[in-house]
């Protein structure tokens, strides 16, 4: 079975530009996570989404976004990038509606690299 | 506010030797702690989870000890190999939260041949 795949895998974005990430999960799983990676803050959790809806947000301003389709495919926006932004994002799938549940877990992609100039 | 601290940063251990990673959370409500194991260039691997119902849980080589009166949990690498060597990060989860895990500061483990 194919991993969860993100595209693209580097992106290079100027300040006050926008951008758009995309995350495949694995066949079947219906439950889409985004986090934030950076040396100075770790992993932190952006948004989940469950069949379309989303389910968390984390703590960050509006300019992050995100969407899910009906194919579980998900896509996470941020536009007015900042220097800030400059971050490896994951995405993460599960097949279990939480991570205790019948102790699923979730599976992360490789991650998109960002980088705002 | 970090609800889950993790220590140390970093840890050398010889190969052969046990690692041990510690993190402790805040937040009573987290019933799911899960570790993960990340190297340089790939997202995060699920290594081993456990809930606070049991106390230990042993999966080959890695085993999560908990103790839920001190809000506390470890990783226990036994017979540490130089393949170990990575970042390793606890987590916690609220099944009322859905899929959302807060995350420890990481530990960046070197074993040495």
């Known amino acids: 079975k194919a991993g969860v795949t993100q595209t693209p895998r580097y992106l290079i974005k100027t300040r006050g530009q926008q951008v758009t990430l995309s995350c495949s999960p694995i066949s079947g799983h219906r439950s889409v996570s985004w986090y934030q990676q950076t040396p100075g803050q770790g992993l932190q959790f952006l948004f989940e989404?469950?069949?379309?809806?989303?389910?968390n947000k984390g703590n960050f301003p509006g300019r992050f976004s995100g969407r899910q389709f009906s194919n579980s495919r998900s896509e996470m926006n941020v536009s007015t990038l900042e220097l800030g932004d400059s971050a490896l994002y994951l995405c993460?799938?599960?097949?279990?509606?939480?991570?205790?549940?019948?102790?699923?877990?979730?599976?992360f992609g490789p991650g998109t690299r960002l980088t705002v100039l | 506010q970090q609800q889950v601290k993790q220590s140390p940063q970093s840890l050398i251990v010889q190969k052969g030797g046990i690692s041990i990673i510690n993190c402790a959370y805040e937040?009573?409500?987290?019933?799911?702690f899960p570790w993960y194991q990340q190297f340089p260039g790939k997202g995060p691997a699920l290594l081993i989870a456990i809930r606070p119902d049991v106390s230990e849980k042993k999966e080959g080589r890695f085993t999560i000890s908990f103790n839920k009166s001190a809000k506390q949990f470890s990783l226990h690498i036994m017979d540490s190999q130089p393949g170990d060597s990575a970042t390793y990060f606890c987590?916690?989860?609220?099944?009322?939260?859905?899929?959302?895990?807060?995350f420890g500061g990481g530990t960046r483990l070197m074993v040495k041949p």
């Open positions: 937040n009573t409500a987290f019933d799911y």
């Open positions: 989404y469950f069949s379309e809806t989303q389910r």
């Open positions: 993460a799938s599960s097949l279990f509606v939480y991570p205790g549940d019948t102790g699923g877990g979730q599976f």
């Open positions: 987590a916690a989860s609220n099944n009322n939260a859905g899929n959302m895990l807060t």
